[in-house]
């Protein structure tokens, strides 16, 4: 049976505001946060099952930069995370899942089997700890329903979506912090000059 490919939302703030909790991890934090953002958007459209990945942001400079990398941008006109994602996902046609731009070690192949796994429902990847989320997928037409935040993951859980917790460790380690970063960077899985 031919499955349709996932739009898969990516969500970024502008990028003076993004990653607060990283500033100072690089000499130029903009540059830090769209190397992030394009090594995670690269990732992502060389996975099987996605079909195309859209960066919900207002960022101009990040739009055009992630353009370049082959994704499509849409419209941020939301009040915050969730609206804006909940938007974005309003507007499109077929299946639909969201991930943050803060992957850049992530291998193509973990998402993929995370896309899989969630095999037509409602499903959410917890981050490595558990408490946080990697990637939520809604149910086939059904709307997306982000509950993005503070203990996503058991919010997520609250709305039935199955928690998938796979082998995946480059999906669930999202960089919000310094020590993330060193994870990364020690895992020698950082493609980006400005993180390198
Ligand atoms: N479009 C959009 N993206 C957002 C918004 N808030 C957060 N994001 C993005 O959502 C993803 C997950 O958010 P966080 O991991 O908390 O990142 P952050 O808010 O940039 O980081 P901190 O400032 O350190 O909290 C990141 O890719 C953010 O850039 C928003 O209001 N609009
Ligand atoms: C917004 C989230 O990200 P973080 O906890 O990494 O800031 C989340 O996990 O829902």
Redesign the pocket.
Known sequence: MYAPGVTVL????PLA??????RGAAPDHEDL?LAL?RATVRAALAAAGVARVLV???DPVAAAELRGCGAGVAA?D?R??ND??RRAAAAVAGPVAAL???LPALRPAELAQALAAAGGRRAFVPDADGV?TVLLVAAPGRPLDPR?GAGSAAAHERTGAARLTGDWPTLRR?V?TADDLAVVRGWGLLRTGATA
Request: hydrophobic fraction near 45%; charged fraction near 35%.
């Open positions: 990516v969500p970024l703030k505001e993004a990653k607060s909790r990283l946060v953002a919900v942001t207002r941020d939301g915050d995370l804006a994602l943050p731009a803060d946080g993005f999202d919000d």
